[in-house]
C-alpha cells in the first residue's frame, strides 16, 4: 500500500537576496525501495527545480549526501523512506557553512582539518622505485584500514556539542585521522609532535565524552575508542615530560 | 570576474588528477586543481576491487611479470589498444603501487602459511611463501592469468585517493572544489586555461594556465542507468570536444556490468556469481543456462549482459516502477558465507533495498559501467589537437583499454598514467611559456555568461531541461545500449540530433540564481548530447563487433577493415560529430587472435606483404 510522503524541507539561498530562511512542503507518492536520494531527485525533476541538495556516489561510499534527517544527521543516499513516518524533516548539517538549502560546503573545513593535524606520512626516507616495498604486518595494515574508512561526511562534527561551541575543535573525524598516523608505523613523528597538535582544548580535552559522534557515524568507526586512545597516549607522554632525565 | 594564473591546471581532482598534480607540485611548479565536489569524494574513492600491478608476491601471483600482465591488457581489449601504450603501463605499475605504500596505503600484505579460496563456487587451498611475509598480496580478477589485483580490504580506491590526497596537501596542491569547468580558453592551437563556474555562489571565474590537464572521469551518466557517480557527467570531454580540434577516441567503446541493483544502479560484484548466484526471470526461471549452457553465469560480463537484455526484450523482465529487471539469487549460498565472502554484497542490499539477500531475490539490470574513449592523447599524455592540453585517466583515451578493459586496470590507470603523464607536464612547464591575449579571455567568458543569461531570461524557449535530458536517456539506452544494430542507431541518431536542438531552446524554471542546480545542468547538457551523438554515430559507422561493442548485424570482429580507432571532433555549428580513424597501434608485440572468451568469429587483416 503506497504512502503519501510529506517532506519539509529547509530552504535558503544566501546567494538571493529575496530568500529568507524557511520551510517547503512538497507532498510525492511512495514507491519500492525508494531512499530519499529518489525522493530528493523527484522533488527536484517534478516539483521545484532550485532545490539544492549534494549527492555524489550515492552509493554510501564518498560521504556528499549528510543531512539532518528528521532530527538525526546520516546519509540520505542509504536511508529508506520505509524506515520513516509519513512526514520527513529534511535539514542541512548544523556546523558547516551553507550553501543553500540542504547543501553545505564540508570541503573546506575537512581540507583545513588534514593541514592541522599535517595528515601525511611523515618520514625522512626517499622512494626508491629500484627496491621491493617496505614489508608491512598485514594486521597492522587492516587496522588501519579501519581508521581510514572515514568518508568525511561530517555527521560527527555536526552531531558534537563541543564543536557547535567551539568551531576550532578538531572533532571525532580529526582526532580519528591522527589516530591513524599514530598507528602507522611508517611515520616517524613523536608523542611530542602529536601532542602538540592535539595536547588542548582544540584537540583531545575539548571533547566533553557525550558520544554522539559514534552514535551517528554511517560508517561505525570506534570514534570514542580513539579519543581515548590519544587522550591515555598524550597523558603518558606528559607525564614522561615531567621527568626530567627522559625530557627531549 | 575572478582570474587566477598557474602553472598546472588540473580539471578534476580524483586518483588521475591528483597524481598528475602531485608530480608537478614536487618539480616546484604551482598546481591548481578543479572539482566538482571536495577530492576525497572524487569516483576514484568507489572502486573496491583493486589495482593490477604484476608484483608475483603472493602464491598465486607466482610467475607473473609485465609480460604477462601486458598479453591479459591486449586480449582484453580485444586487440583495440595501443601496445604501446599497454607496455609502458604494465612496466610502470608495479612502480607505481611501491610508491603509493611508501606514501601511506595500508595495502593488504602477505600472510605465510595456509589459507583457502573459492573458484566457480568449489572450495581450493593454497599456500603463501615464509619470505614474501609483509609484501603487498593481490586477488584475482576476471580476465588476468595470475592474481594480480593489489587491494586494501574493499575500499581500494578510498584508501588510495586518501592516500594521493593527503600528498597533495602536503605538497601544497591548491584544491578548488565545487566548482565546475564551463569551457576551455584556446586560440585554435594553444590552450590557455578555462571559465569556470563556482558552484557556491554561481559566479564565473578565469584560470589561466600554461598546461591544462583534463582528468574528469567517466561519462557513464548519459546514460539513465549507471554504477558511475552523479558527477561523471562527462565535462571534460565536452570542453575539450567544444574547441572544435581535440578529437575524442572511441566513443562507442562503452562498458555494461551484468548486476547493478534497481533502483539506483549500485553495483553488486561479480563475485556473487563467481560463488553460485544465479539469475532469474519474472517467472523465476534460470534463464542463462538456456543462452550458455556451459557456462551459464560465468560467461564474460559483455555476454551475460547482452543475454540478460535479450531475455528482457523477451517480455520476460519483472515489471516495475523504474523499468524491467532481472532477479540475482544468492539465497542457497546461506548466510554465513554472505556475512563474510559477500559481505559488501550483504550491506549494499540491507542498507539501499531494504532486503535480506538471505531471504530476498535482488533486483538488478545491466548497468552501464566504464567509459573506455575519451580525449584522444599520444602516450605522453598530450592531447591531440591543442598544445598545452594533456588528459589521463577515464577521461582520457591514452588507450591501453581498446575496446573492453580488464577489472583492475582502470583504478591502476589513474595512478600509472598519472605518474607518467606527470613527468611529461613538467617537461612541457619547463620547456614552453605562454601569454595571455586579455581579448580572447574577455570573449570566452562573456560567451558563457550570456548563455547564462539566456537561460535564466527564457530568451531560447522553454524547454524543460530534465524532459529534454530524459529524451536524451530514452535514445540512448534504445539505440547505443548492450545491443546495437543499423536500424535503432539511425534512428537513435536521429532522435539526438532533434534532442540536441531542443537543448538550444532551454529555459529555466527557477530563478537561476546562487548555486542553481537547474542552471548547471542546462550549461551541461547541449554538450552531454553531443557526447551521446559521438557515441551513436561512432557505433553506427563501426560494422563489426569487438570488446563491448556487439552489433547484432555485424557479429564478427572485422580486422581486416576496423583495426582502427574512431577519432570524433566536432566543429562549431554542426549537427554530427566527424568521424576520422587511425590505426590502433604502431607498435605490434602481439599480433591480433581470439581473446579467449566471448566467442565470435573472426575476420583477419589481410596480410601486408
Known sequence: MARNLTFSIFRYNPQDPVSVPHTDTFVLDETNHMTLFIALNRIREEQDPGLQFDFCCRAGICGACAMVVNGRPGLACHTKTKDLPDAITLMPLPFFTLVGDLSVDTGTWFRNMAQRVRSWVHTDKEFDPKALEERMDNAVAEEIYELERCIECGCCVAACGTAIMRPDFLGAAGLNRLARFVLDPRDKRTEQDYFDIVGNDQGIFGCMGLLACEDVCPKHLPLQDQLGMLRWKMGWAGIMNLLPWKRK | ?609
Open chain 2, 1 to 609: 570576474m575572478q582570474t587566477f594564473q598557474t602553472d598546472l591546471l588540473c580539471i578534476g581532482a580524483g586518483l588521475a588528477g591528483e597524481r598528475v598534480a602531485i608530480e608537478a607540485a614536487a618539480a616546484g611548479f604551482d598546481v591548481t586543481c578543479l572539482s566538482l565536489v571536495p577530492a576525497r569524494r572524487s569516483h576514484s574513492s568507489a572502486a573496491q576491487g583493486g589495482m593490477q600491478a604484476a608484483l608475483g608476491n603472493c602464491a598465486m601471483g607466482e610467475g607473473d611479470s609485465p609480460d604477462v600482465h601486458f598479453e591479459d591488457t591486449v586480449k582484453g581489449s580485444d586487440w583495440g589498444c595501443d601496445q604501446e601504450v599497454a607496455r609502458l603501463f604494465c612496466d610502470n605499475a608495479p612502480i607505481a603501487m611501491r610508491q603509493l605504500a611508501a606514501w601511506g596505503v595500508p595495502w593488504n600484505r602477505v600472510v605465510p602459511g595456509k589459507s583457502t579460496y573459492f573458484k566457480g563456487g568449489k572450495l581450493f587451498e593454497k599456500e603463501e611463501k615464509q619470505e614474501k611475509e609483509g609484501l603487498i598480496t593481490a586477488r584475482a580478477f576476471g580476465g588476468t592469468a595470475k592474481w594480480r589485483t593489489c587491494y586494501t580490504s574493499d575500499g581500494t580506491g578510498h584508501t588510495v585517493l586518501y592516500t594521493m590526497d593527503n600528498r597533495a596537501v602536503q605538497l601544497g596542491v591548491v584544491v578548488h572544489d565545487k566548482v565546475e569547468a564551463l569551457s576551455l580558453i584556446h586560440d585554435g592551437e594553444n590552450c590557455l586555461g578555462a571559465v569556470v563556474r563556482c558552484l557556491k555562489t554561481g559566479e564565473l571565474r578565469v584560470y589561466l594556465a600554461r598546461v591544462t590537464l583534463i582528468a574528469t572521469g567517466g561519462f557513464g551518466r548519459i546514460y539513465r542507468e549507471s554504477t558511475n557517480a552523479v558527477i561523471n557527467d562527462g565535462g571534460g570531454l565536452i570542453i575539450a570536444l567544444d574547441t572544435g580540434v581535440v578529437p575524442l577516441g572511441n566513443m562507442e567503446a562503452v562498458q555494461f556490468h551484468p548486476t547493478g541493483i534497481v533502483p539506483t544502479d549500485i553495483l553488486v560484484t561479480e563475485g556473487c556469481r563467481g560463488d553460485g548466484g544465479t539469475l532469474l526471470d519474472k517467472n523465476e526461471h534460470r534463464f542463462m543456462p538456456d543462452y550458455e549452457p556451459d557456462k551459464s553465469e560465468l560467461a564474460s560480463r559483455d555476454v551475460v549482459s547482452r543475454w540478460m537484455t535479450h531475455h528482457m526484450r523477451q517480455g520476460l523482465g519483472v515489471p516495475s516502477p523504474y523499468g524491467d529487471h532481472l532477479w540475482l539469487d544468492i539465497r542457497h549460498l546461506g548466510c554465513q558465507h554472505l556475512a563474510t565472502k559477500l559481505r559488501e554484497v550483504d550491506e549494499i542490499c540491507k542498507n539501499f533495498l531494504g532486503i535480506d539477500p538471505s531471504k530476498n531475490l535482488i533486483p538488478v539490470r545491466p548497468t552501464q559501467h566504464y567509459s573506455m574513449g575519451g580525449v584522444r592523447t599520444d602516450k605522453d599524455g598530450l592531447a591531440y589537437g591543442l598544445k598545452g592540453l594533456f588528459s589521463a585517466g577515464e577521461a582520457a583515451c591514452w588507450d591501453m583499454h581498446g575496446f573492453n578493459r580488464l577489472g583492475g586496470n582502470s583504478l591502476a590507470e589513474t595512478v600509472v598514467a598519472g605518474m607518467i603523464v606527470g613527468a611529461k607536464v613538467v617537461d612541457y612547464l619547463r620547456d614552453h611559456q605562454v601569454s595571455y591575449p586579455t581579448g580572447l579571455i574577455r570573449d570566452f567568458a562573456a560567451n558563457q555568461q550570456d548563455r547564462i543569461k539566456r537561460l535564466i531570461s527564457k530568451a531560447d524557449g522553454k524547454e524543460n531541461v530534465f524532459t529534454v535530458r530524459n529524451a536524451m536517456y530514452d535514445a540512448l539506452m534504445h539505440g547505443a545500449g548492450i545491443f546495437r544494430n543499423g536500424k535503432d542507431l539511425e534512428a537513435c541518431v536521429q532522435t539526438l540530433q532533434e534532442v540536441h536542438e531542443r537543448t538550444n531552446k532551454i529555459g529555466l524554471r527557477s530563478n537561476g540564481r546562487g548555486a542553481n542546480p537547474e542552471l548547471a545542468l542546462a550549461l551541461r547538457l547541449p554538450g552531454m548530447v553531443r557526447l551521446a551523438l559521438c557515441v551513436a554515430q561512432g557505433a553506427l559507422q563501426r560494422t563489426e563487433s569487438r570488446g563491448s561493442h556487439a552489433r547484432e548485424d555485424y557479429p564478427e570482429r572485422n580486422d581486416r577493415d576496423w583495426l582502427v580507432r574512431t577519432l570524433a571532433t566536432w566543429q562549431p555549428g554542426a549537427p554530427l560529430p566527424t568521424l576520422n580513424y587511425e590505426p590502433v597501434s604502431q607498435v605490434w608485440s602481439i599480433p591480433p587472435g581470439e581473446r579467449g572468451y566471448g566467442g565470435g568469429k573472426i575476420i583477419p587483416a589481410d596480410p601486408k606483404e
